[in-house]
């Protein structure tokens, strides 16, 4: 119950807070979210540790479908399948139509 309490106040200041830094405080995190989202070196760094994970994702599904075999089930490795060869397309983009360049 005491937890409850705390968590029940701590949702009221953070209402209180937030709405007493209005509109103008959200606005300016915004802008700085905007700032750093177009920063190059922060694009490129995210771009650069995608196309890591993607590697490392090859790697893990190459020995997952060693050890695992057969025992996936058909619909599971269609779909494995059908997104690698959209993926190897170069497209680029995600399931949302976003990139990261």
């Known amino acids: 119950m005491r937890y409850r309490l705390t ?57 997952v479908s060693e050890k695992v075999g057969d025992r996936v089930p058909d619909s599971v490795t269609n779909r494995v399948r059908s997104l690698r060869e959209r993926n190897a397309a170069g497209s680029g983009e995600d399931d949302w139509g976003t990139s990261n360049t």
């Open 7 to 63: 968590f029940v106040a701590g949702l009221a200041l953070g209402y209180v807070l937030g709405t007493r830094a209005g509109h103008e405080r959200y606005e300016q995190l915004k802008k700085s979210m905007r700032q750093v989202a177009q920063n190059p070196a922060v694009r490129n760094t995210a771009e650069t540790a995608a196309h890591q994970s993607r590697e490392l994702a090859g790697k893990a599904l190459h020995t």
